[in-house]
C-alpha cells in the first residue's frame, strides 16, 4: 500500500513564476492538507480539500491556491512567487467526513527554492 | 483560535535515560492532540495521538503522553532513550470541530552516547 507520495521533490523557479505541486493522498484517504515548512519551523497549515472543495484554510494568500481531483489527489499552486516561499511544502492525507480523528499522514514533501 | 507552544526548542539526554518533552495548547473546542516526530531528510512519521478516550496515550517506540485538561497540556515521555529518538518533535492541535491544524514550533532532541 503506498503512502501520501508528492511529486516534484525538488523544485527551483525564479521570482514572479508560478508552481504547481502534486499529491497522490493514502490509498483509503479522501482529505488532502497542504503545509508550507520554513527551515527549522513547524509546518504552517496552508489549507484542506475534502469532497473537491476547500474546507480550511489558514493565514496564507490568495496567491496560494489548490484543488482536488475526483480520486482525491491534489495540487497546489503559488502565483507570483516570492523569496519567501522558498521552503517544503508537505502534503497530508486522512479520512474525513463527520467522523474523523483527524490522524494525517505525511508526505516526503516538496522542497520549492525561489531564486 | 488555537496555539501549540513547545516549551523547550532542544533537549539533550544520554542514552538510557528518561525523555520529556513538554506541549501545551490552548483550543476553543475540545481539541484532538498529537506528536509527530521528523529525522533528518525523512517525513514526518506519527508517534501517537489523543482524540477523548484513555487520557494516558501509548504510542509507537515507546513513547506515551498524558492529555492533561486542567493544565493545558500534553507532554511526551520515554523511559529509556535511544540514540536514534534524535530528531525534531513536534506537538499538533486540531480542534475537533474545525479541522484546522496548529504545529508547535518543534523540539529538538539530542541522545549523548
Known amino acids: 500500500d503506498a503512502g501520501v507520495t508528492q511529486s516534484p521533490t525538488h523544485l527551483i523557479k525564479t521570482r514572479g513564476q508560478q508552481v504547481t505541486l502534486r499529491c497522490s493522498p493514502k490509498?483509503?484517504?479522501?482529505?488532502v492538507s497542504w503545509y508550507q515548512q520554513a527551515l527549522g519551523q513547524g509546518p504552517q497549515f496552508i489549507f484542506q480539500?475534502?469532497?473537491?472543495?476547500?474546507?480550511q484554510r489558514g493565514n496564507f494568500p490568495d496567491r496560494f491556491s489548490g484543488h482536488q481531483f475526483p480520486n482525491y489527489s491534489s495540487e497546489l499552486n503559488v502565483n507570483a512567487l516570492l523569496l519567501g516561499d522558498s521552503a517544503l511544502y508537505l502534503c497530508?492525507?486522512?479520512?474525513?467526513?463527520?467522523?474523523?480523528?483527524?490522524?494525517?499522514?505525511f508526505g516526503p514533501g516538496t522542497r520549492l527554492t525561489v531564486t | 483560535a488555537q496555539s501549540v507552544t513547545q516549551l523547550d526548542s532542544h533537549v539533550s539526554v544520554s542514552e538510557g535515560t528518561p525523555v520529556l518533552l513538554r506541549c501545551n495548547y490552548s483550543?476553543?473546542?475540545?481539541?484532538?492532540l498529537f506528536w509527530y516526530v521528523q529525522h533528518p531528510n525523512k517525513g514526518l512519521q506519527l508517534l501517537l495521538k489523543?482524540?477523548?478516550?484513555?487520557?494516558l496515550v501509548k504510542g509507537i517506540n515507546g513513547f506515551e503522553a498524558e492529555f492533561k485538561k486542567s493544565e493545558t497540556s500534553f507532554h511526551l515521555t520515554k523511559p529509556s532513550a535511544h540514540m536514534s529518538d534524535a530528531a525534531e518533535y513536534f506537538c499538533?492541535?486540531?480542534?475537533?470541530?474545525?479541522?484546522?491544524?496548529?504545529f508547535g514550533d518543534g523540539t529538538t532532541l539530542t541522545v549523548k552516547p
Open positions: 499538533v492541535v486540531i480542534p475537533r470541530d474545525a479541522g484546522k491544524s496548529t
Open positions: 490509498s483509503g484517504h479522501d482529505t
Open positions: 497530508a492525507s486522512s479520512r474525513g467526513g463527520p467522523i474523523t480523528s483527524y490522524e494525517q499522514y
Open positions: 489523543y482524540t477523548s478516550a484513555a487520557t
Open positions: 483550543s476553543s473546542y475540545s481539541p484532538s
Open positions: 480539500y475534502y469532497e473537491e472543495e476547500e474546507r
